[in-house]
């Protein structure tokens, strides 16, 4: 583990840690205004919205366009978070790295919506785009993204520490979960059930561990080994023979969006070739 990345999870500890510390602190976070970050100034002219099942589906286009097929990304925030800074950084990096178009869907989040809201947003969506379709996302929103491949079948998938078990109940999270600087499975696990509605903790629409995983494309899964995720991250290594697991030694929850330590850019480039040669 690099110092820089030493240094990012004592950062991120201070300043992220209590949201999910407690089912108290998650309950406060679920009720804060849903503020999400504007797109940054070098992607604005190349952006436009549309509308798909009442949410905003934006879409950025890429400054030397070449071929068929897009990118769809879904940003994580456990659910109940809105797209932040740093996923429109790396859906900006996913456009100029495959010559294509990637479309961010703005689905709906907990309390005020269910998982059930996004995957009627997210199967309207699929059906409407054209030519090979790859699925990528980080945290809530790679569960997502695995979840809608389960039926919708995507040439590939690119996941960054998913959220595959809306309920949490694998063993080896306790002790994950001493070493996460970020994530707590108390506050998650409140999260989780507001986002699930009406559906049982282990329909693969919001567990897709539990789904059919035998038919999935070709998916690259990264994770840290100080993330709560890892456990169920090799859990679906050890289930779906199309999974490529990533696992980065110290790296903290969704280190591939985070800056600074080498081990976030090493695999951020990794991540960006490789979606852009499963594009073509």
Not at 30 to 44: F, T, W, Y
Not at 94 to 110: C, D, K, N, S
């Amino acid at each position: 583990m690099s110092w820089q990345m030493h240094v990012l999870a004592g950062f991120v500890r201070l300043t992220r840690h209590r949201r999910y510390a407690t089912a108290r602190n998650a309950r406060a976070y679920l009720a804060e205004p849903k503020r999400p970050a504007p797109p940054p100034a070098r992607i604005r002219e190349r952006l436009s919205t549309r509308e798909v099942e009442g949410f905003p589906v934006h879409t950025v286009e890429p400054e030397t366009p070449r071929g068929d097929g897009s990118t769809v990304y879904l940003h994580g925030g456990g659910y109940v978070g809105p797209i932040a800074t740093q996923h429109w950084a790396l859906v900006a990096d996913i456009a100029e790295a495959t010559g294509r178009p990637v479309h961010v869907p703005r689905y709906g989040l907990a309390p005020q919506h269910t998982a059930r809201d996004a995957h009627a947003l997210l199967t309207t969506l699929l059906a409407e785009l054209d030519g090979p379709v790859h699925l990528a996302g980080d945290s809530a929103g790679a569960g997502l993204a695995l979840a809608a491949a389960l039926n919708a079948k995507p040439t590939g998938l690119t996941l960054i520490a998913p959220w595959l078990d809306i309920a949490l109940t694998n063993p080896e999270i306790p002790a994950l979960e001493r070493r996460d600087p970020w994530l707590s499975a108390a506050g998650l696990k409140l999260c989780g059930e507001v986002w699930r509605g009406d559906l049982v903790p282990d329909d693969p629409l919001v567990s897709p561990l539990f789904g059919d995983l035998t038919a999935l494309p070709p998916t690259d899964l990264y994770v840290g080994s100080r993330d709560i995720a890892l456990a169920d991250c090799r859990l679906l290594r050890d289930r779906a023979p199309a999974v490529t697991l990533h696992e980065e030694p110290g790296a903290i929850h969704d280190y591939p969006l985070l800056p600074f330590a080498p081990e976030c850019l090493a695999a951020r480039r990794a991540l960006l070739t490789r979606i852009a040669t499963a594009l073509g």
